[in-house]
């Protein structure tokens, strides 16, 4: 079975979402999130693309903003675009980089959601994301929800890709000449 139809059928499986939702996908601009694109689009739904631009590396966060959006006009599909003073936000809330930009990210998307811009946030994590996760909640001493790691739909977070393998991933890419 091709990565395409795993993609179908763990989304029915898993039921989270259906084909007249409109998606609202976390693109980074990474592979995995546009292999992600690419999968939404071959199997035809409706979505929108949501890029954070935290400027946290120069002209590299630049390129990674103009390559996505290069990916909307591959696929004639809007792009949200939000640029972040990341380094503040982590000072004035006195957290790490990493969490300043998970919680200025899901606090967009959230806001895009709530203004009707899409009926559920799609995001690229994989299944080796997911086994990350775990370990990470087992060495910092978790309960038993933090070892099941993350969930196929957690609220209006959806994860399509949780049964993929990073390494099938990148051969779809290949195959598909993704950039």
Partial sequence: MDLLEKFRQYIREEDLFQAKDRLLLAVSGGMDSTVLCELCKQAGFDFVIAHCNFQLRGNESERDQEFVQSVSKKYSV?????????????KEKKVSIQVAARELRYAWFHELIQQGKGDCIVTAHHLDDNIETVLMNFFKGTGLAGLRGMLPESGKIIRPLLFARKEELLEFAKHEHLQ
Avoid: Y
Wanted: glycine share 0%; no cysteine.
């Fill in 78 to 90: 809007p792009i949200l675009v939000k640029k972040f003073d990341t380094e503040n936000s982590a």
